[in-house]
């Protein structure tokens, strides 16, 4: 049989796979597959779905914020903040569509604090000059 162990695992969760045939996924270079005994490989991968299919079963698939791939030893090791997993493609496209609009309103906040930030910094460095105190 050709079949490899996948290790799954996230800052709370983790789970061993046995007998994996085929993992199939996305990074910065296009889609890529992997199979029992591919060679020595890393990659990460940005958010979205990945899916993988263990000896005979259907399709798994995996919503994530982005991982770590790592192949070796015929074990390949998915590290990631959180992910998850399900058979229903449908219901998997619906949890990323949410975790994205999530991810993209974290961003937005994330980018608005250091503006914030920016023009306070601005500001006091403007009212030191004009008191005449050293900047440095």
Same mark, same amino acid.
């Given at each position: 049989?050709?079949?490899?162990?996948?290790?799954?695992?996230?800052?709370?969760?983790?789970?061993?796979?046995?007998?994996?045939?085929?993992?199939?996924?996305?990074?910065?270079?296009?889609?890529f597959g992997i199979m029992?005994?591919?060679?020595?490989?890393?990659?990460?991968?940005? +958010?979205?779905?990945?899916?993988?299919?263990?000896?005979?079963?259907?399709? !798994?698939? #995996?919503?994530?914020?982005?991982? &770590?791939?790592?192949?070796?030893?015929?074990?390949?090791?998915?590290?990631?903040?959180?992910y998850f997993r399900s058979?229903?493609?449908?219901?998997?496209?619906?949890?990323?569509?949410?975790?994205?609009?999530?991810?993209?309103?974290? +961003?937005?906040?994330?980018?608005?604090?250091?503006?914030?930030?920016?023009? !306070?910094? #601005?500001?006091?460095?403007?009212? &030191?000059?004009?008191?005449?105190?050293?900047?440095?």
């Amino acid at each position: 049989m050709n079949a490899f162990d996948f290790y799954l695992q996230s800052a709370s969760q983790y789970e061993q796979i046995k007998y994996v045939e085929s993992f199939v996924a996305e990074d910065d270079s296009g889609s890529f597959g992997i199979m029992a005994g591919h060679t020595r490989f890393m990659t990460t991968l940005p +958010l979205g779905l990945a899916r993988y299919r263990c000896s005979g079963g259907d399709w !798994e698939y #995996l919503a994530l914020p982005g991982a &770590l791939v790592y192949f070796k030893n015929n074990s390949l090791t998915l590290s990631t903040r959180h992910y998850f997993r399900s058979s229903d493609y449908a219901m998997m496209s619906d949890v990323l569509q949410t975790q994205l609009l999530h991810e993209e309103g974290n +961003l937005r906040k994330i980018k608005h604090s250091l503006h914030q930030m920016e023009e !306070e910094m #601005l500001k006091r460095m403007w009212q &030191l000059h004009r008191s005449g105190a050293s900047l440095l």
